[in-house]
């Protein structure tokens, strides 16, 4: 049955392939019917109740396709196109959504997902076509590469066989689920999953080669078991943070909405029945909470989500497709980590390969995705496809580009700041070093508080609640700043000595920014699974990423808890953990040197074994004063030397220059010096005068060369930078 439903498909699209400046009647073999719409343009399908297609196993596809007015010269036909997925709960685009698409030259395709809405995910649906959605077919598969992807691949080649899209000129756009899919494309590029996990060049049904040109997911999922039970291993400075090590802690806010939003139109298998897709029985292992290590069902479930429907996973032996990848700060269900993770993997063995990542304070609960943010970034997707698609207009810009999270909702988001790389988005550093032996208690934690902070139930990204420390959390202060404050700008780091004896516990992180009225907002969050041990081991992890600045006089308070709920399930038998000197790095947009001293440079990340470091923090330029262009000058007994501070830094305070006379042991004159100290602004350069001695002046008249070396402390950290060169000295 499978093979004839395929055979039909393509003998449909060999008879119904347009000829020049033919109009466009029909797609999908005459599956779907079309017709002319507003200003000629022609649209492709039916909300009422539905147009579908086969895929390549039968089940039928509820589609929308839309093409721009028939052109005025040339065949009408081969066009770009923008493949537009939804997200989930959600089902296919209608024309007013593809609209701003088609206006652009676009043709469009929208499908909703197996298992959803009117492709097999009502009864209905099912009752018009039992065949097609019989079997383990028309269950959702939650954005499994061998099933859902390879629908959307399925049915765009369908098109390029009917000649109505060009099969090298494919966009891929969605949001969440939808980003999720459009992730997938781009991984793949130009390949298929098949039902066995292995890859194969995507063709059409007649053997056209088909591609990704570019996708631009909005708040995707890369790794989804990570998403929707982390348990701290994914890093943002690391070369690879797939999920590695304990099961992790359930979202279970999230993970609750998320299965109720489709219990009335979608279809979920009954627990057991499809293994590669039991999201009831997922959910309610995740529910039943720990032990999951010591559960084989758990250890499946992670293994499955991650090699089927996890876009990180993808063989990437292909560059992906040209990627624009767009974050929500306050977005607690697919956090910036989830963009982050796919970059620094890609950018580690495709560096010149174009990705741009854009960040801001939206998405997903407690997004607040506000008006102005959001035409920034359409109009970043309308470029990037624009020049990869349709190969028209400049250059898009390939780095990074974030907006702030600000309070109250109808305050401007503050930026756009930009970068060439991730880690180069952060200048400075805040950083706090407690001393002091803390634990967290089983019972420790306010509930209200978890409940004001809920992105379900919660007040949302500007919610507040009590600053005052809880009884039996870790809390920890930052010093208030002055001035303007400072400006977080990438993830939160944590480091300390932990100690837990039993499995089971875990631990919820906030960072909340406490106002001068003592009320507190919540900036980011994790949850996070600790290693266990009889004694107190050296561990890291990190908060979801956010932009957000700190006024003067507010407060950082790192506070550690045993859950949060009811965003987090809270543990079984959670036992006290043990938290102990602790060190808190807060990447800051502020130089080093910055607020009195209160920024400082960014610290070496703590590697955990057998991980490596991005190129782009191995990379980094290093903040030090040094000898400036030219030859220094002697002239009687003074020296003169020019200083300049890197602009790196905000100051380059405590400096000191000493000239040495010989620069190798043995030669005569050395240890004859001259010193002198400076404080310069970063960016400026100045002119240093220093009074040689008397050895020091008869050794200059035998030698032509000075050796210089310049020493800066011009942070608030001990660490030294030096930076030695040889120089004539002047004739002079």
Known sequence: MRKLTILIVVLGALIMAPSANATITTVFGGDVSCSVVGGGDRFCGSNAPRSTTPSFDGVPIDVNVAFPPVPGAGPDGNFPVIMMFHGYGGSKFDITTMQKWLDRGYATFSMTDRGMGESCGVAAAVAADPIGCGGNKGYIHLMDTRLEVRDAQTLAGILADEGLIDPQRIGAWGGSYGGGMSMALAALKNRTMNPDGSLSPWTSPLGKPMQIAAAAPSVPWTDLAY??????????????????????????????????????????????????????????????????????AAQAMVEELTKYHSSYYIDNSVPPAPLLISSGWTDDLFPADEAIRYYNKTKT???????????????????????????????????????????EGGTPYTGVETLTQTCPNSAPSEGPYYADTWAGMAKGQVKLNAGTTKSIQPSGGDPSIGNAFDPITGGGACATASGADQAGAASYRVSKPTGNGFTLMGAPTVIADFKLTDPNSQVAARLLDIGTDGQETLVSRGLWRPTVGPTATRQVFQLHPNGYRFAAGHVAKLELVPSDAPYGHISNDQQPVSVSKLELRLPVLEKPGSLHGLVGPVSKPVVPAGKQLTADVTNLPVAKATTARGRIKVKGRKLFVKVKCSSLVAICNKGTVKVVGAPKKGRSGRGKTARGTFSIAGGKSRTLKLVLTKKARKHFKKHKWLRVKVTTTSVTTPTKVTAVRAAKKSKK
């Open 227 to 296: 998403s929707l039970a982390p348990n701290g291993s994914t890093l943002d400075y690391l070369t690879d943070s797939g999920y590695a090590g304990r099961i992790g802690v359930e979202k279970q806010s999230y993970i609750f909405g998320l299965y109720a939003s489709r219990l009335t139109t979608g279809r979920y298998a009954p627990p057991g029945l499809v293994p590669e897709a039991d999201l009831t029985g997922w959910k309610l292992l995740l529910d039943a909470g720990e032990p999951y290590d010591s559960n084989p």
């Open 349 to 391: 063995r495709y560096p010149s390969q174009p990705i741009s990542l854009f960040f801001s304070d939206g998405g997903h609960a407690r997004g607040q995705n506000k008006p102005a943010d959001t035409a920034v970034l359409t109009a970043r997707e309308e470029a990037w496809f624009d020049y990869y698609v349709k190969g």
